[in-house]
Nanobody
Framework: VQLMESGGGLVQPGGSLTISCAPSESISSFEVIDWHRQDSGIQREYVARITADGKKYYENPVKGRFTISADNTENTVFLQMNSLKPEDTGTYYC?????????WGQGTQVTVSS
């Protein structure tokens, strides 16, 4: 499995950005697809996940601001990020879980700065 992440960039505080993760296999084949982020020198942290049955989970720092969604037609998982803060800055990684198989993407950089 290969994961193609895209959509990162520079955005001002308070702005919005949507990043995406497109696996090389059907998203419906994965038990979980989630997002993590890591800023330089800081431990990678969990952000959000969506399960095969559509259940969603968000970590407290992003709850109410981020929305994870899956589009089976585009075979893509999106992370819509609103009301962005400087502390949201980091490299965002997509991960898929299918049984014992865990695959990470290479990451997309999100920078929140004025």
């Amino acid at each position: 499995v290969q994961l193609m992440e895209s959509g990162g960039g520079l955005v001002q505080p308070g702005g919005s950005l949507t990043i995406s993760c497109a696996p090389s296999e059907s998203i419906s084949s994965f038990e979980v697809i989630d997002w993590h982020r890591q800023d330089s020198g800081i431990q990678r942290e969990y952000v959000a996940r969506i399960t095969a049955d559509g259940k969603k989970y968000y970590e407290n720092p992003v709850k109410g601001r981020f929305t994870i969604s899956a589009d089976n037609t585009e075979n893509t998982v999106f992370l819509q990020m609103n009301s962005l803060k400087p502390e949201d800055t980091g490299t965002y990684y997509c991960r898929t879980i299918r049984g014992a198989e865990v695959v990470w993407g290479q990451g997309t950089q999100v920078t929140v700065s004025s």
